[in-house]
């Protein structure tokens, strides 16, 4: 799995994952131009969109229905160091028994986004050189 972000200037960038693209920039309160979502937003909408993808699977292979499902997500910011300290995902679905709430629950909570943040990962940040244009 990989993403390339490039530059576009300003606050500014575009990344790519698959042939997909998206842009990503700071509101104008923070220096930019509100070009695209900031990047705790989309961390935030990656996080949501794990979940909501979990909880709709589990509806489907179940044919359950799957109408007005909706994921809600937000963040608390923390400080020393700066980073998003807690998440609330708010999972909003059609009326279910409660065996399949709890099924939805078990699903949402296996969300890879969400366990990669349950258990933080190894980051390694590595510096290289942009090649000289000929």
Known sequence: ???IIQYLGNSRFEATARGHSVVCDQPVSNGGEDGGMSPPEFLLTSLGTCAAYYA???LRTRSLPTAGLQVRIAAEKAAQPARLGSFQIAVILPPLEERHREGVM???KACLVHNTLAHPPVIETVLQEAPVPA
């Open 1 to 3: 799995m990989e993403a």
């Open 56 to 58: 709709s699977q589990y």
């Open 106 to 108: 078990r699903a949402v």
